[in-house]
């Protein structure tokens, strides 16, 4: 009996963990290298692009930044911290009024004056209350808590989170507050001169690790921390007009000095600055919200869009020497959350990945496709082909079929998925036996111990594959599809007939043999001249080695002749010449009468191509067809294998 055991979600658990097989990730790269994209453009256009359900790419990870910076400056209010004070201060001048106004007297009246000689920026006002008498005691109240609510903004916008620990802040608190910086700046400037602070960072925080909410784990990471949050202070100001600035800073400096921190501070925000130069210090943010936020939480807003800025800049890679390690996974958890991070991880294990498969080298700081990766490329495309050929069954899952005319050969082959067959049982438990799979004397078969009997045709196919690479066929868009059918061919042929032959020979201005890797190299042929000649006469010479086989040829072209050999020369000319049909229709007749059949593919309706191929099938008895690029594959497989097993 199966068993099963479940445990939370905590977030930390990957979903497509065992999902993601390398050959997946090539055939998501196949269009674009096929297209002559290099390898390493067409896993950059993945990485941009993400896999559906698999993993997001970089493109979407920057959308939701940018998304998520609009929210932040659409909400952020730069003039707020001035605002919210300047709120509490009126309600609190308004009730002293108020208390006066019912009051009888000369002093009353003296108070009065005295508040409406109040100078009119917000830490002038705070100055000349703190020596003002209240007569309300509501207003006193809430004056005195406006104080504490300063003390705490002020000390929230250098030290995030570093604050809430120390609300009422005594005189107690505030020495040790004040100690603190002291020895952290000191452990500071020991960094800078080349010491291992880490002992003494490790002692630092073992009595001041309560003021530190976030549990930095050495010096260097409460430092960046640190120098983040003073940075986004810095543009805080930055942002301010000259009198708004001004205004801010005088506050933040009556508040420092009242609290006798303002030299220590000034000396932190100068050590940091100079040791974290790239955290963004006085950069001018903006903001077009309205509402007043206390200053603690404006700075909370700038820090967040720094992060946002610096992650969709380490994203976007446009600059030197970028790299995916440069992003900084923290702070991509704190700002789209685990999901994205896993995400990264997985772009960053791509290239990893598919080295490790065999699929992709890297040679002299190129990445290029492995022959295994070009057979792997093929053998997608043509699981690609008969999946959409499920409901018809005289494609390859009736090829080897081991009734009727064909021969057990003696050996066996491992089973694929679509395979029929007669399976030999002995060669299937012994591969169970020896995987390891025998436990208390239970043989558990896997699909991959599976092998059936192998069995063959009594005839041998030899076949050449002309696939036109003129420059036309990229340009209509009929390239992909003409080389994923070529690469579907060789693994078909490979894995279920390894006794026929098949040679592929791409064709242009001249003709020329290929090899399956080449049809994934970079870029594409900018030739003109489609010729035909030259590929018939390649044919005829390779098929020729294999009297016995039933040959043929199978030829992928959008475009009539327009080229042939003269010498050692290729003749050009646009409309076609009419020696140049002469010469390919008698390159094609000799094929044909050597016992050549002739498949053509027409991927273009044009009337010279037309009229040509009328004029080749007239003369070879071979087979024309016209047909969209998109099914040309599947055609061209099917018609293989139809005509291989009779």
Do not use: C
Not at 101 to 118: H, I, N, W
Not at 453 to 478: I, K, N, Q, Y
Request: proline fraction near 5%; hydrophobic fraction near 40%.
């Amino acid at each position: 009996m199966a068993r099963f055991r479940y445990s939370r979600w905590d977030g930390s658990q990957d979903p497509f963990a065992d999902d993601m097989p390398a050959s997946d990730v090539l055939e998501e790269l196949s269009d674009d290298i096929l297209m002559g994209d290099s390898p390493d453009s067409a896993l950059r256009r993945l990485m941009r692009r993400g896999m559906q359900g698999r993993f997001s790419g970089l493109d979407s990870l920057r959308s939701r930044l940018q998304q998520l910076r609009d929210e932040e400056q659409t909400r952020l209010n730069l003039a707020g911290p001035l605002e919210e004070l300047r709120q509490r201060l009126d309600e609190i001048l308004d009730r002293e009024h108020s208390r006066l106004s019912f009051e009888p007297g000369e002093d009353a009246r003296m108070r009065e004056a005295s508040l409406d000689a109040l100078p009119p920026d917000v830490p002038g006002q705070i100055r000349e209350l703190q020596d003002y008498r209240f007569v309300d005691p509501d207003a006193k109240r809430m004056f005195e808590e406006l104080m504490e609510h300063l003390k705490e903004q002020v000390l929230g916008s250098y030290f995030r989170q570093l604050a809430q620990g120390m609300r009422n802040i005594d005189p107690e608190q505030l020495a040790r507050f004040k100690d603190m910086i002291a020895e952290l700046n000191g452990l500071l400037e020991r960094r800078e001169r080349g010491e291992d602070v880490q002992p003494a960072f490790e002692d630092f925080m073992q009595r001041y690790g309560d003021l530190f909410p976030e549990r930095p784990r050495t010096l260097d990471e409460l430092l960046e921390q640190m120098a983040r949050r003073m940075a986004a202070m810095s543009r805080l100001l930055a942002s301010l007009s000259d009198e708004q600035r001004a205004e801010l800073q005088q506050l933040v400096d009556d508040v420092m000095q009242d609290m006798d921190l303002a030299f220590e501070l000034d000396r932190l925000g100068a050590n940091l600055s100079a040791a974290f130069p790239d955290a963004g210090w006085d950069e001018p943010g903006w903001g077009m919200g309205e509402d007043a936020m206390p200053m603690s939480a404006t700075v909370d807003a700038l820090e967040r869009m720094h992060d946002q800025e610096e992650l969709d800049r380490t994203l976007d890679g446009s600059y030197p020497g970028a790299s995916l390690e440069d992003v900084d996974e923290d702070a991509l958890r704190r700002t789209l959350g685990e999901p994205a991070v896993r995400d990264l991880r997985r772009l960053q294990q791509i290239e990893k990945m598919l080295e490790d498969a065999g699929l992709v080298q890297r040679r002299h700081g190129r990445l290029e496709l492995t022959p295994r990766g070009a057979r792997k490329m093929g053998e997608r495309a043509l699981t690609r082909v008969f999946e959409r050929l499920t409901r018809d069954r005289e494609g390859t899952h009736e090829a080897r079929d081991p009734g009727g005319l064909a021969e057990p050969t003696g050996q066996t082959r491992p089973w694929s998925f679509g395979d029929h067959g007669r399976i030999d049982v002995q060669r299937t438990v012994f591969n169970a036996v020896t995987r390891g799979a025998a436990s208390e004397g239970v043989v558990r078969l896997h699909p991959d111990d599976f092998e059936l009997v192998e069995a063959e045709e009594r005839t041998e196919t030899a076949t050449a594959l002309l696939l036109d690479l003129s420059f036309s066929m990229p340009l209509r868009g009929h390239l992909v599809h003409a080389k994923k059918m070529a690469l579907a061919l060789q693994a078909l042929i490979e894995g279920r007939y390894p006794h026929d032959t098949l040679y592929l020979i791409g064709f242009s201005d001249f003709a020329r043999r290929l090899h399956p890797e080449e049809l994934a190299t970079p870029g594409f042929e900018r030739t003109y001249g489609t010729n035909m000649q030259h590929a018939f006469m390649m044919a005829g010479r390779l098929l020729a080695q294999h009297p016995r086989a039933a040959r043929q040829v199978i030829m992928v072209t959008d475009g009539e002749p327009t080229a042939h050999l003269e010498g050692e020369q290729a003749f050009f000319a646009w409309p076609p010449e009419p020696e140049t049909i002469r010469l390919t229709l008698a390159e094609a007749v000799r094929l044909s009468r050597s016992g050549v059949t002739l498949n053509i593919f027409m991927l273009e309706d044009s009337e010279g191509l037309a009229r040509f191929m009328e004029r080749l099938a007239e003369r070879t008895g071979g087979r024309v067809f016209l047909m969209d690029d998109r099914n040309v594959g599947e055609f061209v497989l099917r018609d293989y294998v139809r005509h291989r097993s009779h």
